[in-house]
């Protein structure tokens, strides 16, 4: 059974980047897309863009500018990082398993999700 | 870009059916998917490709898919089912990920 496990830090000061990883275990990285979705305080889900077994990636439209995801296969880990953060970055940040292909696919294993703030 | 509309809250009594839409331009023919979240915890699936359910997830748990709504209904609904839920698609234009704005289930 996969499993997810995020690691970054949860204070990111304004303007600096966010960086998160998500290490996969269990399950083989391909076939599938490594995605990110966030949750600002009180708010609902917000997707932020994924990645494939090849390093192809597709972003939300809203955050394309500023966000990367990559892929190491050697550590089967996935990262993100999203650069010149504001106060309204401030969010509990997952990552997921995107299984069924990006036509019609769900999430079907989430990682425990990590409280990022974006304090001075 | 593809939008879902839910409603922000929908309550009702233990035992009742409890059910929530997801409103989109002909989302029937789209897959939509849902999940349940409950405070402080990832969101699970809880139905897939319309009407499917993962393992573990009770009998209870069901969904359609038709035109420009889909819905999900929960039937003899218990105290543990109050949580909010969210449905997805694919917009398969852009392939980005779409989720509905969510609706929180009270349980009276």
């Known amino acids: 059974q996969v499993q997810l496990q995020q690691s970054g830090p949860g204070l990111v000061k304004p303007s600096e980047t966010l960086s998160l990883t998500c290490t996969v275990s269990?399950?083989?990285?391909?076939?599938?897309?490594w995605n990110w979705i966030r949750q600002p305080p009180g708010k609902g889900l917000e997707w932020i863009g994924h990645?494939?077994?090849?390093?192809?990636?597709n972003y939300n439209p809203s955050l394309r500018s500023r966000v990367s995801v990559s892929l190491d296969t050697s550590k089967k880990q996935f990262s993100l990082t999203l650069k010149s953060v504001t106060a309204a970055d401030t969010a509990v940040y997952f990552c997921?398993?995107?299984?069924?292909?990006?036509?019609?696919?769900?999430?079907?294993?989430w990682g425990q999700g990590a409280q990022v703030t974006v304090s001075s | 870009s593809y939008v879902l509309t839910q409603p922000p809250s929908v309550s009702v009594a233990p035992g009742k059916t409890a059910t929530i839409t997801c409103g989109g331009n002909n989302i029937g023919s789209k897959s939509v998917h849902w999940y349940q979240q409950k405070p402080g915890q990832a969101p699970v699936l809880v139905i897939f490709y319309d009407g499917d359910r993962p393992s573990g997830i009770p009998e209870r748990f069901s969904g359609s898919n038709s035109g420009s709504t889909a819905a999900l209904s929960i039937s003899r609904v218990e105290a543990g089912d109050e949580a909010d839920y969210y449905c997805q698609v694919c917009d398969t234009g852009s392939d980005h990920v779409v989720f509905g704005g969510g609706t929180k289930l009270t349980v009276l």
């Open positions: 990645v494939d077994y090849s390093g192809s990636t």
């Open positions: 269990g399950d083989s990285i391909g076939t599938y897309h």
């Open positions: 997921a398993r995107l299984s069924g292909g990006t036509g019609s696919g769900c999430f079907d294993s």
